[in-house]
Every structure is written in C-alpha cells, then in structure tokens.
C-alpha cells in the first residue's frame, strides 16, 4: 500500500511516479494499491476518510444526547432528521451538513471503484474462473490476476500460500519437526482478502444442509468443529491459496470433486465395483 497526498493539483504514485487522475480534488490523505494494469497505476481501493467523518458525526450527536445505532443507515437518516437537528445547537449545522456530504461523495468514490473492479473482473477470463470458489470476489479474483498473472512463477500450490505467509513457520531441527504461527508474510493485502473470503465459506457450510454440502463443505464444517475461529479461517484461506495457484496455473475451471481423482484417496467403490465384487 502506498500513502499518497491528493490535491486539487493532483495526485501522484510515490513508486511509479505517474499521475492519478481519478482521484483529483479529494483533499485527503488516501491509500491505494499500485497495480500493474493497463500500463497505468490503477487503485483497487479507496480508504479515505470515510470511517473518520462517520466517527466525527457520531462523537457530535453524542455530546448533546443523540445516541446514532451502527450503521451507515442509522446515521444518513439522523443527519436528514429536522427533529434531530433541532436539538443541536445552529452551529453545529453546518459543521454536520460538510461531514454529510465529504461522506457522501467519499462514498460515490468508493462506488465507481467498486464498479470499475467489477468491469474489469467480467472482462478478464482468469478473473472470471477463480470467481468459481465461494468466497472469492472480483475485488479478489482482480487483485490475484493483477499480482500473481498466471501463478506460474511458483512451481506449486503450497510455495505460493507460503509466499502469502498463510503456512506455519517451522523450527524444525533433528529430524524433529516444530511449527510455530502462520509467517504473515508476502503480500498482506491479497492474504487479507483470502482471509476475509474464508469468512464468507465458513458461513456458507454452517448455513448449508448437511445433506446438500458438498466436500468442501463437510471438510469446512469438520474443520468448525476442532480447531479455533481463527486457525479454521487460516486453514480456508490456505486451501484456496492452492485452488487459486492450480487453476491459474494450469487453466483449469474449479472441480469440486478433483480430490477424488487423488491417487491417495481411498475412495467407496462404485456400483458397478461393488456388483463386480459380489
């Protein structure tokens, strides 16, 4: 990530030294990702100070009594609420009416980054296959393509995980084998996002029947059921570490059933096995 300071002058990459145009006239501190897109620094996020101003409009209702819930809903319907409003002192009005709209235009920014991302993720092919696993994303799928292009550089799945600093460090030593937490390190931004996906999978095999989930699904339910939040999330994101690298690698579409054609599973026989048998 790099911190960058956009004015209404403009705005430019500390590491390529381009300009960035899509951001002119914030007047903010922002931070962005440097991406290798279209020969062009292009940005895959928008952290600007929207959680900020949320914060600042919340510490000002409070002070005079007006407790704001959570979300995002809860505070556009307060800062449009006359009743509200009446209760605060006139000064603060306008003070209110800047955050409103710094926020709301922050948000319309975040809006058509989220759109351009989107764009770009239909429009690439490689994007649109590792969209196959639950919990990958275009803001995923684009990042991953953007950074790793077809994962060929590592000569397999788990050098690539490792590069995430999604594996265990090991103290190994005599044949004694030790390992310690995940290494973290790599790139933190695209392992965030595997990790946050992992969420997204969990959710969906605890929500899924038990009768309709498939193998993935069973492994993440059995996993829920022995090992902490924290490390079944890790586990996840690994497994798709390496399902990303396979199908980029070796332009393969996602085969939720490819760990049967492992020659180490020992699979139930078939019906025609079985009728042979018998």
Known sequence: LICVESTAEGTQCHRCGRDIRDLHGLDAVVRLRHLPLFDVAVFVGL??????AKKLAKAKFREFGVVVARSDHAL??????????????AMLHGLL??????????????????????????ADVRSRRVQQITGVGPLTA???????????????GRQFSAWLGLTPVQHSSGGRQCLGQISCR?????????IQGARSSLQRAKATAADKAGPEEIWIRDLASRLPFGKVLVAIANKHARQLWAM???????????????????????????????
């Open 186 to 194: 790599g790139d933190s931004y695209l392992r965030t996002l595997l």
């Open 76 to 89: 556009r319907r307060a800062l449009g609420d006359e009743a509200v409003r009446a209760r605060l002192p």
């Open 97 to 122: 009416d800047d955050l409103h709209a710094h926020w709301r235009q922050v948000r319309e920014r975040i809006a058509a980054c989220d759109a351009t991302i989107a764009a770009h993720a239909r």
């Open 47 to 52: 952290a600007v100070t929207s959680h900020n």
């Open 142 to 156: 684009d990042a991953l393509v953007a950074t790793i292009g077809d994962g060929r550089e590592f000569a397999q």
């Open 248 to 278: 980029l690698a070796r332009d393969e579409e996602y085969d939720a059933d490819a760990w049967l054609r492992h020659p180490m599973v020992q699979r139930p026989a078939s019906r025609k096995e079985q009728a042979a048998i018998a």
